[in-house]
């Protein structure tokens, strides 16, 4: 491995193996001098042997391998996480790589070098001013013959263990359901909706609201112009502490959005901040704070202390903090500033809101998106939502499944639910299948939902319900990530769960005592396969729960057992017949 510093230094570097297989270069800076720009850079590469994608945390659709003068992968606190993994055709690890620096910006570029077939590897991380002339970088290696999924959970364990970053805790309620008001009702409501709007969340199942942009003005055009001051909007909700109330007697938990980069050029607060700024968005109307101020820290966390305090919330949607990053516009570091990097202001901001919020309430709730969901956002966040995707299965099931797999205890949520009133509830049930290894976010109003949606609903939260620590916590399994996860599980040694996404695949059943086959796909049947010959009990549910067929099967190779689309095959008292 060859590693350069572009500034002064004195460079060491020694490789530690470890006891499981894996290994980790050790490199360390003494004497290093104080550079703005100054990069540390780690090169090396390996024989391109049996790969047929690569996984990272940010990758969504696009599972290809790379060519080395590609970019390659950028990451910070407010954006994805250091880590890059190849794998084969039928899962298995091919090279598992991951920095223990989750703060500042690296560039991870691993692509393939055309005149060889080797994978080109460079790790670039912008070091900046450091605070002290020693820094040390640990690179983790694991090229082990194991599941992709096993290497990618084992680097967050690395990262809590070995690197010190302990996770946020996570109450119960994180796992809960929960409706949202951003694609119902968006910035159009009043208090007495939300509250009616609640009645009806609870009577379903849901045990969380999360109200969201536009509780703090009258302002519907969906733009920033007006973030900043964060007071309730007189023509929408006349008292917050009352409102709030309201909605805890109703027996639910009570959310509220919060944009923490923004200050409009409408609010009260422009003129406080208006020349502390890392930058502007025009076409939003609203400046992105500079945190490397203490000053706009103590405003922001006092803002969101306040509220809780206040209002009594359960917890805060912390939104669009991957805006918080060094732009071409953004002033030079001054002495009012007690921070160079903006990437360690912003984990001084989330510690310092952290510290105040805890104070007031101790299970607190914390929802982060996709992008911002390394390891460095895990200390300060218990829930992590996929990315927005209106109306879009596939992208719920791949963000679910891309979270699961790096993130722990954390609380894995889908984007919020949504359909056209009109949909079939077959159909509709599908979205809610893509969702099954995470907890449901839900937004489609419920004043004119159809009887059939709410029964499909009620069937699946139901079952969410009852099988929630397997779906939610258990390791998951997820088959072929280079075609999006057609093929998704989880077991116990009492029960297996499989989602099928795709059609015609074949499930083999376990040794469990229950296998239960979710049908997430078009298709009206679902096949199984087992080691040996079994009797076992079958019985067939559609997308609303009812029962359309159980019966005893004999069970032998490869069977065919019919079920509707949206629908599930529950397989119990399994005998093998000798």
Known sequence: MKVTYSAKANITHRTQQL??????????????????????????????????????????????????????????????????????????????????????????????????????????????????????????????????????????????????????????????PMYSFWYSYHQQFTDEEIEAECKRAKELGFGTVIVDDGWQTDDTNRGYGFCGDWKPAAGKIKDMRKHVEKVHQMGLKYLLWLSVPYVGIHSEMWKNFHDKLIGMDWQQNTGILDIRYPEVRE???????????????????????????????????????????????????LAETMERLKKEKQDILIEFRQRYIGPSIRRYGNIFRVCDCPDSGISNRVGIVDLRLLSGNTAVHSDMLMWNKEEKAEVAALQVIDCLFGTMQFSVRL????????????????????????????????????????????????????????????????????????????????????????????????????????????????????CPIGGRVEIKSKEFVQ
């Open 299 to 349: 405003y922001l966390s006092k803002v969101y202390a306040d509220a809780v305090k206040d209002w009594d919330l359960d917890g805060l949607k912390l939104d669009f903090i991957d805006e918080f990053y060094q732009r071409k516009e953004t002033p030079a570091v001054n002495e009012q500033m007690d921070c160079a990097c903006i990437q360690q202001a912003l984990d001084k901001l």
């Open 19 to 176: 006891q499981d297989g894996k290994s980790v270069e050790v490199i360390s800076l003494t004497q290093a001098e104080h550079a703005q720009d100054a990069q540390l850079v780690l090169e090396w590469s390996f024989p391109i042997l049996d790969i047929a994608g690569r996984w990272h945390p940010n990758c969504r659709f696009d599972r290809s391998i790379k060519a080395d003068w590609s970019y390659g992968e950028k990451s910070m606190s407010a954006v994805s996480a250091p880590v890059i993994s190849f794998f084969n055709e039928e899962g298995q690890n091919r090279g598992t790589f991951a920095l223990s620096e989750t703060l500042k910006e690296v560039r991870m570029s691993l692509g393939v070098h055309e005149e060889d077939g080797t994978m080109n590897c460079m790790v670039v991380v912008s070091l900046g001013a450091l605070d002290s002339d020693c820094y040390e970088l640990s690179l983790l290696c694991d090229d082990r013959n194991v599941r992709y999924e096993q290497a990618i959970r084992e680097v967050g364990l690395w990262w809590e263990k070995d690197c010190g970053l302990h996770p946020a805790s996570v109450p119960e309620s994180a796992r809960k």
């Open 447 to 562: 004043d004119s939902m159809k009887e059939e949606h709410k029964r499909m609903l009620k069937n699946y939260m139901a079952f969410m319900q009852r099988h929630q620590e397997l779906l939610q916590q258990a390791p998951i399994i997820a088959q072929e990530p280079q075609n999006l996860y057609p093929q998704v599980c989880v077991q116990n040694e009492q029960t297996e769960i499989t989602a099928l996404y795709s059609r015609n695949r074949v499930v083999e059943l376990g040794d469990t005592d229950e296998s239960i086959i979710v049908n997430g796909s078009a298709a009206t049947a679902v096949f199984v396969e087992t080691k040996a010959p079994l009797v076992a009990q079958v019985t067939v549910f559609d997308c609303m729960g009812t029962t359309v067929c159980s019966r005893q099967m004999n069970l032998s190779a490869v069977e065919k057992i019919i």
